[in-house]
């Protein structure tokens, strides 16, 4: 728990950071105030570092203080939920175009609903998988004209 | 009034009309489903807008919008979970009449109200907006950099108690805001030779990221632990007591709400708060607060929906979105091609009053479908969250997927989501954020075109009235937490002293 209350700041201050940093490498423009483009992106960026500096010795104050939601995420499946999520979202950004929009929207739904809903109710994710699949197709590539692979 | 007929002409075609009681459906369900605000809805149904000429497209989101308004108090009366921030005082006094037996009686009530505050605010935006808008057109760059810097910290400046999160979440939105070819001089900024990055971050699949991936994996916390209550309706219409005693906080709430709604920053969730507590203080029996008083549901109620509607006058007649709701609208206007701002009353007049007068349209069909569809509503309810989150998820990659016809763009919704997830652990307000991607191009845009003008020197910036009048109300807005802060503390001594004497 600790860990992420430190570490939200220290996230904070690295991409602060960053921007300060690739801040100073950017090409002097032709036209106009050569440092025109910089001023902004450093400014906010030493804005930022200052605050999140200012962020994590608030949160090492109250480093012992218990905030119940980090706790959450750390318990049950939860953290297991969000990783099976955003690895099938991955894969579903890989088969998307070469399978075609039903194929790979009925593989990753059905997957995803399979992993959240569980085995025991298969009819139900089964019936949603393929009717919600069908029922976007149908309104997003028929009714609104999206083109859909 | 050639204007005013000419959008109630547009909102009457049958399309039109259809689009503004799908979209208040729509915004219904995903309003009533705990967790998701108006501002999710907007996000999740944006993509339905593709493809659609930009007047019906605005229709729709404004549907979806006040739609989710009322659909937020739907769960808070039968829950106790509000939707978002503004159907939280819902639950004061809706929970506790559902828990009586009330719960028809209790979602009628805030039906109404919320159509009486939703068309007494319509009147309001009829008078008020044009002459914002003409007031608009004195505005140049710098007055427009110091509105928008205005708007931030009056948005941030409501985080009482995190500001420095706020702060943090505006700058991080800001310097997104800056990745990309810059306009002024093409220069590549924080590109990493990424070409997919050269046209920026779009702030959709941000605001997709955080409101309705991000959403979803927060409440994946609570995923396996939430047990749904099945609640009896009972008859769905109010007595001619509650009516009477409804009345008049309505009608008071209604311009509160209203004025409340047009400033930047101030939205639904003040706008509800302040009219309870403000009825709190009025009623002859304030003690019944929190127990099921049924004017304790129907003031705030007809608040928010009037919020509501204000926040649409600084969106559509300067460009200013005062919420994140708005902010998402503005982000969708933007895509279809429209640039809210002083000139599209002269533009663009149909579409404006087509807006306008489609609000009318939308709360009539809103109510109706809130008392007559009441038990298709409840049903909805019973949706399994287990099946409804991935659904979301879902549609959310679909939206991103139409808006940029680009797989890679996927990769940034999950990282976005993920940002999103962890923010809202840790207490960080997400409307900052939001909101400074948004604007913060223009803002930077219109803080080098002041600089421009004036050779570099910042005088300009205090060279007129409305300037200084913006900075000074930036500057209260700063200090108003802090005062607010001193006045709790100070209140507090004040009430040991008075217990210790």
Same mark, same amino acid.
């Given at each position: 728990?600790?860990?992420?209350?430190?570490?939200?700041?220290?996230?904070?201050?690295?991409?602060?950071? $960053?921007?300060?940093?690739?801040?100073?490498?950017?090409?002097?423009?032709?036209?106009?105030?050569?440092?025109?483009?910089?001023?902004?992106?450093?400014?906010?960026?030493?804005?930022?570092?200052?605050?999140?500096?200012?962020?994590?010795?608030?949160?090492?104050?109250?480093?012992?203080?218990?905030?119940?939601?980090?706790?959450?995420?750390?318990?049950?499946?939860?953290?297991?939920?969000?990783?099976?999520?955003?690895?099938?979202?991955?894969?579903?950004?890989?088969?998307?175009?070469?399978?075609?929009?039903?194929?790979?929207?009925?593989?990753?739904?059905?997957?995803?609903?399979?992993?959240?809903?569980?085995?025991?109710?298969?009819?139900?994710?089964?019936?949603?998988?393929?009717?919600?699949?069908?029922?976007?197709?149908?309104?997003?590539?028929?009714?609104?004209? $999206?083109?859909?692979? | 009034?050639?204007?005013? +007929?000419?959008?109630?002409?547009?909102?009457?075609?049958?399309?039109?009309?259809?689009?503004?009681?799908?979209?208040?459906?729509?915004?219904?369900?995903?309003?009533?489903?705990?967790?998701?605000?108006?501002?999710?809805?907007?996000? *999740?149904?944006?993509?339905?807008?593709?493809?659609?000429?930009?007047?019906? #497209?605005?229709?729709?989101?404004?549907?979806?919008?006040?739609?989710?308004?009322?659909?937020?108090?739907?769960?808070?009366?039968?829950?106790?979970?509000?939707?978002?921030?503004?159907?939280?005082?819902?639950?004061?006094?809706?929970?506790?009449?559902?828990?009586?037996?009330?719960?028809?009686?209790?979602?009628?009530?805030?039906?109404?109200?919320?159509?009486?505050?939703?068309?007494?605010?319509?009147?309001?935006?009829?008078?008020?907006?044009?002459?914002?808008?003409?007031?608009?057109?004195?505005?140049?760059?710098?007055?427009?950099?110091?509105?928008?810097?205005?708007?931030?910290?009056?948005?941030?400046?409501?985080?009482?108690?995190?500001?420095?999160?706020?702060?943090?979440?505006?700058? +991080?939105?800001?310097?997104?805001?800056?990745?990309?070819?810059?306009?002024?001089?093409?220069?590549?900024?924080?590109?990493?030779?990424?070409?997919?990055?050269?046209?920026?971050?779009?702030?959709?699949?941000?605001?997709?990221?955080?409101?309705?991936?991000?959403? *979803?994996?927060?409440?994946?916390?609570?995923?396996?632990?939430?047990?749904?209550?099945?609640?009896?309706?009972?008859?769905?219409?109010?007595?001619?007591?509650?009516?009477?005693?409804?009345?008049?906080?309505?009608?008071?709430?209604?311009?509160?709400?209203?004025?409340?709604?047009?400033? !930047?920053?101030?939205?639904?969730?003040?706008?509800?708060?302040?009219?309870?507590?403000?009825?709190?203080?009025?009623?002859?029996?304030?003690?019944?607060?929190?127990?099921?008083?049924?004017?304790?549901?129907?003031?705030?109620?007809?608040?928010?929906?009037?919020?509501?509607?204000?926040?649409?006058?600084?969106?559509?007649?300067?460009?200013?979105?005062?919420?994140?709701?708005? #902010?998402?609208?503005?982000?969708?206007?933007?895509? +279809?091609?429209?640039?809210?701002? !002083?000139?599209?009353?002269?533009?663009?007049?149909?579409?404006?009053?087509? +807006?306008?007068?489609?609000?009318?349209?939308?709360?009539?069909?809103?109510?109706?479908?809130?008392?007559?569809?009441?038990?298709?509503?409840?049903?909805?309810?019973?949706?399994?969250?287990?099946?409804?989150?991935?659904?979301?998820?879902?549609?959310?990659?679909?939206?991103?997927?139409?808006?940029?016809?680009?797989?890679?763009?996927?990769?940034?919704?999950?990282?976005?989501?993920?940002?999103?997830?962890?923010?809202?652990?840790?207490?960080?307000?997400?409307?900052?954020?939001?909101? #400074?991607?948004?604007?913060?191009?223009?803002?930077?845009?219109?803080?080098?075109?002041?600089?421009?003008?004036?050779?570099?020197?910042?005088?300009?910036?205090?060279?007129?009235?409305?300037?200084?009048?913006?900075?000074?109300?930036?500057?209260?807005?700063?200090?108003?937490?802090?005062?607010?802060?001193?006045?709790?503390?100070?209140?507090?001594?004040?009430?040991?002293?008075?217990?210790?004497?």
């Amino acid at each position: 728990m600790k860990a992420v209350k430190i570490g939200m700041p220290l996230f904070m201050i690295i991409i602060a950071s $960053v921007f300060l940093i690739s801040s100073f490498a950017i090409p002097k423009a032709n036209l106009g105030n050569p440092n025109g483009p910089l001023y902004f992106p450093i400014g906010l960026s030493i804005f930022m570092l200052v605050l999140s500096i200012i962020y994590l010795f608030n949160e090492l104050k109250t480093l012992h203080e218990h905030n119940g939601k980090i706790q959450v995420l750390f318990e049950g499946r939860t953290l297991k939920l969000i990783a099976v999520t955003i690895a099938l979202g991955v894969i579903y950004a890989f088969i998307f175009e070469p399978f075609g929009f039903l194929i790979s929207t009925i593989i990753f739904l059905g997957c995803l609903l399979f992993y959240v809903n569980g085995w025991k109710k298969w009819k139900v994710n089964i019936i949603v998988t393929v009717s919600f699949s069908f029922i976007t197709w149908y309104g997003f590539s028929e009714l609104l004209g $999206v083109s859909l692979p | 009034m050639d204007a005013f +007929l000419q959008g109630f002409q547009i909102v009457l075609q049958p399309m039109n009309i259809f689009w503004v009681v799908i979209g208040g459906f729509l915004g219904t369900i995903v309003g009533m489903l705990p967790g998701l605000g108006p501002a999710t809805a907007v996000a *999740v149904l944006i993509p339905i807008t593709f493809g659609m000429d930009p007047t019906s #497209a605005i229709i729709l989101m404004a549907a979806i919008y006040y739609g989710a308004m009322y659909g937020g108090s739907r769960s808070s009366i039968l829950l106790n979970t509000p939707g978002d921030g503004s159907a939280i005082a819902a639950t004061f006094d809706g929970y506790p009449m559902a828990q009586k037996g009330q719960a028809g009686e209790a979602m009628a009530i805030s039906a109404v109200a919320s159509f009486i505050g939703g068309v007494l605010a319509v009147f309001g935006f009829i008078f008020l907006a044009k002459p914002l808008a003409n007031f608009a057109l004195k505005f140049g760059p710098s007055e427009y950099f110091l509105l928008m810097l205005l708007t931030l910290s009056a948005i941030v400046s409501l985080s009482i108690g995190k500001m420095v999160k706020g702060f943090i979440a505006m700058a +991080l939105g800001l310097l997104i805001s800056t990745i990309g070819i810059d306009p002024q001089t093409g220069v590549h900024r924080f590109t990493m030779d990424i070409p997919h990055l050269s046209e920026g971050i779009e702030f959709l699949i941000v605001i997709i990221g955080v409101y309705a991936v991000g959403e *979803v994996f927060y409440n994946f916390l609570t995923i396996d632990k939430v047990k749904k209550e099945k609640k009896k309706v009972g008859r769905i219409w109010f007595t001619k007591e509650q009516w009477k005693r409804s009345k008049w906080p309505i009608l008071r709430s209604a311009p509160l709400g209203f004025i409340v709604g047009v400033l !930047p920053g101030a939205g639904g969730s003040i706008a509800s708060m302040m009219s309870y507590s403000s009825e709190k203080q009025l009623s002859k029996k304030p003690e019944e607060f929190g127990e099921g008083a049924v004017e304790g549901l129907a003031a705030p109620e007809s608040s928010n929906n009037a919020a509501s509607v204000g926040a649409m006058i600084p969106l559509l007649t300067m460009g200013i979105p005062g919420s994140g709701t708005t #902010a998402v609208m503005l982000g969708a206007l933007i895509m +279809l091609g429209v640039r809210p701002g !002083p000139l599209l009353f002269e533009n663009d007049p149909g579409m404006v009053w087509a +807006l306008i007068n489609s609000m009318f349209i939308g709360n009539i069909a809103l109510v109706i479908i809130n008392i007559l569809l009441v038990g298709l509503l409840v049903k909805i309810l019973d949706t399994p969250a287990k099946v409804l989150y991935p659904l979301i998820i879902m549609l959310a990659f679909i939206g991103t997927y139409t808006l940029s016809y680009s797989t890679v763009d996927y990769f940034l919704l999950l990282l976005f989501g993920v940002i999103g997830l962890f923010m809202k652990i840790m207490d960080f307000p997400i409307a900052p954020l939001v909101l #400074a991607i948004i604007v913060g191009g223009d803002m930077e845009q219109n803080f080098r075109m002041a600089l421009t003008s004036s050779n570099g020197s910042l005088s300009i910036f205090f060279s007129s009235g409305i300037s200084i009048t913006l900075i000074v109300l930036t500057v209260l807005s700063l200090f108003y937490p802090i005062v607010i802060n001193k006045f709790k503390k100070k209140s507090r001594n004040d009430d040991k002293e008075a217990i210790s004497a």
